[in-house]
């Protein structure tokens, strides 16, 4: 990709990276932060941040889950108040209390928990957040036109309830784009994104950078920072640990200022595929939800010590496929899903877990644990059959022995086996999730969005888990939508699109824009 | 300005002191509605809290009241973890008493021990059978056993009505709509001399005990209160929606059942056309008075027992209407309800911010 705007070395970005004073009113920060401080009961999220972002600069904020980023960002659009600090904009000190201040100055904010209403439509989230002049009986047709412009499809009659991750985070980025804002805050856009899509994003901020918006950009994703940012601000543990020039420095070498040590590299063997331990064949499914995609006619097989992945954006029929293949929804015919040579068709979760099966979910928070429950208890709620149970009653030592060997194993951040799930940042969950269903041993494991918003660290550690799992022998099936993790960890791919799944390829016979090309179909 | 923030993490403390809190606040609301109905709040105080537990007879009746609560509560606190909405108990608890004094109607003359157990035998299975209707219709049907469950309950009291009314009236009962006075052999032995407190508190507390057995130690319990928690997780778990139901009414319906048992075979000693002054509905109010804790429970049944003595003990000392018992009920519940928001959130004192300055 190219690096585009390359700034020529006498444009006021560079003059002022150079450090040269900005009295001279055309060259003022849109944006500046000075000492920003936020101090939650349990946590330093912010400790006296400084930051200036430059107009028409797309400006990199770079962390670990956990170093203070979103809390930032949530500082800036108004979301919570700093304890301490202070804000310029344009050159004015100024004091935003609501998001709809905010958005008076021209800030816009995409955010990564998406802050969008469960039971309202595209359209009505969409005006609740426009001014009251900008909404009106045209407005449907305009977020329409937005989504189309873009390549971010969207019904706008649609209620958020039944969108998927996906989808709902398309919701966000055109309900920003509607405003016409000056500065733009994204946090981890392009993570549920196809390839060409990303790309398009991309044209579309640069052209907006190019007329002069600032973007603030949030991503772990490294090869993008570099490719699309001037600037980049490293956040480690509430604190600016560094500032570069992203296109200057290496992948290698902005993860280490990130998380202060090198990444694991996972090794990859050749695989060595053995009988078939899962079978989908012919597998038709209506959906469940009136807006949910149908499965049509789905076969695919995952040998025993091999990594198939599926490939798709989301919102097509993957999490129906998981459902499926898990047990949260039966099938009439037996023979639809088959488990190490048992027709498991018509055999709930529980059943199918007994055979052998584990299952990461993509939703960690109220499926994949329990928020109000502590690690033990969430272990508990499926490793049971782990010699946790005796006569019916649970073997409260075992419990915890299991938990704290999973949170050792694991690398699990948390107090103990007693924390409750929902004090645990996101990729510590996934990693308590993701050890719990592993130290079963299954011999099938399917995994949904594994990596979805887990830092650069845990991400890599889980990637090599499920790698470790296949030499182990055990038939593993990932799905997600990150191309470059499909093709680091898989030896197979298939794309899901509209329901429909593609044939699986070889990893070697395939290619990124051959796979980007079927799911956008 | 005062602010409501959201804890990090939810408060234990606050946990338990939110049914004080309330109970409190309903002493408060007692003061001010005695005192607008001319009465000296303080004399007021005396007769509705004091007065009746002054005596060894009072306390065996705070105890005889407090036990079918503590049963009945135990029971649908089970389902209620579970998000399972049993609202029958009453219902539940007339089928009990049916059941159970149909047994001791049918052993008239035995003398034999077995008559107790075999009573409270049928009589839970009685409640058992009267929840599985709703239970029934909910995993066939999904109908809201918040509905069935109600509905049933008029059912049953009619069916008992009907009962004692016709086929089981007792022929030498001057007409009146009662069956004949049970046995010596089915009614429970009195626990305290002088008191009408029999050995029904004791079984009631066991089964408080077993209950906290089951939901804090027993993998069934766990998943009913995954179930109830996180449905989503309990699914993905592969915990059955359909026995999580079944399980959850039974157990309310099966200690219902055995509270109809306990009153018919206690204090009533016969079959009459009601059994039970609604403790099915207000056990529902112990059962959230006691965090659906069965510890919790057991204290929330005392104060419960306590304002239907107080109830009786003002309409007779200082001619206040019955309504007064069923006010502080609800007025105990709404403050309990109002008081648990800060268990998930506190309140904070905040400046008024500044609106932002802009152009």
Known sequence: ?521 | MLKLEARPEPSRIAGWLSPLLAAAATLVVGFILFTALGKDPWVAFHAFFVKPVSTRYGVGELLLKATPLMLIAVGLAAGYRANVWNIGAEGQLTMGAIFGGGVALLLQDSTSALVLPAMMVAGVAGGMFWAAFPAWLRTRWNASEILTSLMLVYVATLTLSLLVHGAWRDPEGFNFPQSKMFGEAALLPILLAETRLNIALPIALAVVALAWLFMRRSLAGFQMRVAGLAPAAANYAGISAHRTVWLGMLIGGACAGLAGVGEVAGPIGQLLPSVSPGYGFAAIIVAFVGRLHPLGIVFASLLMSLLYLGGESAQINLAMPSAVTGLFQGTLLFFLLAADVFINYRLRFVRWSRRAAHA
């Open chain 1, 1 to 521: 990709m190219p690096l585009h705007p390359t700034p020529d070395p006498d444009s006021p970005t560079r003059m002022l990276s150079a450090g040269l004073p900005d009295t001279v009113s055309n060259f003022l920060p849109r944006l500046r932060l000075s000492g920003i401080t936020k101090v939650y009961p349990s946590v330093v999220a912010n400790d006296g941040i400084d930051l200036a972002v430059l107009p028409g600069e797309i400006h990199a904020v770079l962390g670990e889950n956990g170093a203070g980023k979103s809390t930032l960002m949530k500082i800036i659009y108004g979301v919570v108040q700093a304890d301490a600090g202070t804000m310029q904009w344009e050159g004015r000190e100024v004091d935003i209390a609501t998001p709809a201040d905010a958005r008076r100055l021209g800030i816009g904010m995409v955010f990564q928990n998406f802050a969008l209403f469960e039971t309202l439509t595209v359209v009505e989230n969409i005006a609740l957040a426009l001014e009251s002049g900008r909404a009106g009986p045209g407005l449907a047709a305009r977020i329409r036109d937005v989504s189309a412009k873009y390549g971010l499809p969207l019904d706008p009659r649609r209620p958020i309830h039944t969108l998927s991750v996906g989808e709902r985070q398309r919701v966000e980025i055109v309900r920003c784009l509607l405003q016409d804002p000056r500065l733009i805050i994204l946090d981890e856009p392009t993570s549920v994104l196809t390839p060409q899509a990303v790309a398009k994003l991309f044209e579309t901020l640069r052209r907006l950078a190019a007329e002069g918006c600032s973007i603030l950009y949030i991503s772990h994703k490294l090869d993008e920072i570099r490719a699309l940012c001037h600037k980049a601000t490293v956040l480690r543990a509430g604190r600016v640990t560094g500032e570069c020039d992203p296109r200057k420095e290496s992948s290698s070498s902005l993860a280490r200022m990130m998380i202060g040590s090198d990444l694991p590299h996972p090794r990859h063997r050749e695989a060595r595929a053995g009988k078939p331990a899962l079978v989908v064949s012919g597998l038709t499914l209506a959906s469940g939800d009136p807006f949910g995609t149908a499965l049509a006619n789905i076969s695919l097989t995952v040998r025993a010590g091999e990594i198939v992945g599926i490939a798709g954006v989301s919102g097509n029929g993957q999490n129906e496929l998981m459902a499926a293949i898990s047990g949260e929804r039966t099938q009439a015919d037996a023979a639809a899903v088959t488990i190490l040579g048992t027709p498991a068709g018509r055999l709930d979760a529980a059943q199918r877990r007994a055979l052998g099966l584990a299952f990461v979910p993509e939703e960690r928070l109220g499926r994949g644990a329990v928020p109000e429950m502590s690690l033990a208890d969430n272990a508990l709620l499926t490793a049971h059959r782990e010699g946790l149970v005796g006569h019916g009653f649970i073997r409260v030592g075992a419990v915890r022995e299991y938990a704290v060997g999973t949170i050792d194993a694991f690398g699990v951040k948390a107090g103990g086996a007693d924390t409750a799930a929902q004090a645990l940042s996101g990729g510590n969950l996934q990693k308590f999730i993701v050890g719990r269903e592993m130290r079963q041993r299954p011999r099938v494991l399917i995994a949904s969005q594994p990596t979805w918003g887990v830092d650069v660290g845990a991400a890599a550690q889980i990637r090599q888990a499920l790698l470790d799992m296949r030499d182990a022998g055990a038939a593993v099936l990932v799905v997600s939508e990150e191309l470059d993790e499909l093709f680091e960890i898989c030896d197979g791919l298939a794309v899901i699109a509209q329901g429909r799944l593609s044939e699986v390829k070889p990893l070697r016979e395939t290619s990124i824009e051959e796979i980007g090309t079927l799911m956008s179909r």
